[in-house]
């Protein structure tokens, strides 16, 4: 069962648009979220993160939004490069002190010149 | 900088082998885990180990083990390689909880293993 679901395989978005990047997840007792990006033949490397007391993280051309009522939360990358092409995956840490995460299936972008 | 490696970029194994992936962290984390890539499923937790000694299966463990001898080295096992253990493999490390609000992983480069 998937408790974190990105229902968008892939997207594609001119250079300088923005970029929406959607995650949904199912369990209300996730208390932290956090967004990797990974390129081909390399690891996840982290990108940015939210805590659930919190809507909106920024950090320069990233920003993700969390709707704890939905179970939503959203990654916007503005504007977009084409290095930011790449396999985009949210993440989900349960309450537990474990550092367990619960990844979603991935999107991956494509920032067109 | 945190390093995360493992032992092999690619591997090529044949059915029935016993297949050993090696990690290694250089940053103390007392928190390592071992993950495998697939097209459409993401990133899914095999094992993972949160001190020496200790391991606790993920969300697919079957097929596979664990070995934690060392706090920098956690290796992963597949007693006898399936065709179905065709994956990308991931090891990640992080610190413990203590008084952080998060844990953020970091990842190695992987390793892409094929079971002939």
């Known amino acids: 069962d998937q408790q974190v679901k990105q229902n968008s395989p892939s997207l594609s978005v001119q250079e300088g648009r923005i970029s929406i990047l959607n995650c949904d997840y199912t369990?209300?007792?996730?208390?932290?979220f956090l967004w990797y990006k990974k390129y081909p033949a390399e690891g996840p490397t982290f990108l940015i993160s939210?805590?659930?007391?919190?809507d909106k993280n920024e950090d320069g051309r990233f920003t993700v939004f969390l709707n704890k009522s939905a179970k939503h939360l959203s990654l916007h990358i503005v504007p977009s490069q084409p290095g930011d092409s790449a396999v985009y995956f949210c993440?989900?840490?349960?309450?537990?002190?474990?550092?367990?995460?619960?990844f979603g299936q991935g999107t991956t972008l494509q920032v067109k010149p | 900088d945190v390093k995360v490696t493992q032992s092999s970029r690619y591997l090529v194994k044949r059915t029935g082998e016993k297949v050993f992936l090696e990690c290694v962290q250089d940053?103390?984390?007392?928190?390592m885990f071992w993950y495998r890539q697939d097209p459409g499923l993401g990133l899914r937790l095999i094992y993972f180990?949160?001190?020496?000694?200790?391991?606790e299966k993920g969300d697919i463990p079957e097929g596979y083990s664990v070995s934690r001898e060392k706090k920098e080295r956690f290796s992963l096992i597949l007693e006898s390689a399936s065709t179905n253990q065709t994956s990308m493999y991931l090891c990640?490390?992080?610190?413990?909880?203590?008084?952080?609000?998060?844990?953020?992983?970091?990842f190695g480069p992987g390793t892409r293993l094929t079971v002939l």
């Open positions: 939210i805590s659930s007391i919190k």
């Open positions: 940053m103390d984390h007392e928190n």
């Open positions: 180990s949160y001190d020496v000694k200790m391991k």
């Open positions: 993440a989900a840490r349960d309450s537990s002190n474990t550092g367990k995460l619960i």
């Open positions: 990640a490390s992080s610190p413990s909880m203590g008084l952080k609000l998060y844990n953020e992983q970091f």
């Open positions: 369990n209300s007792m996730f208390d932290y």
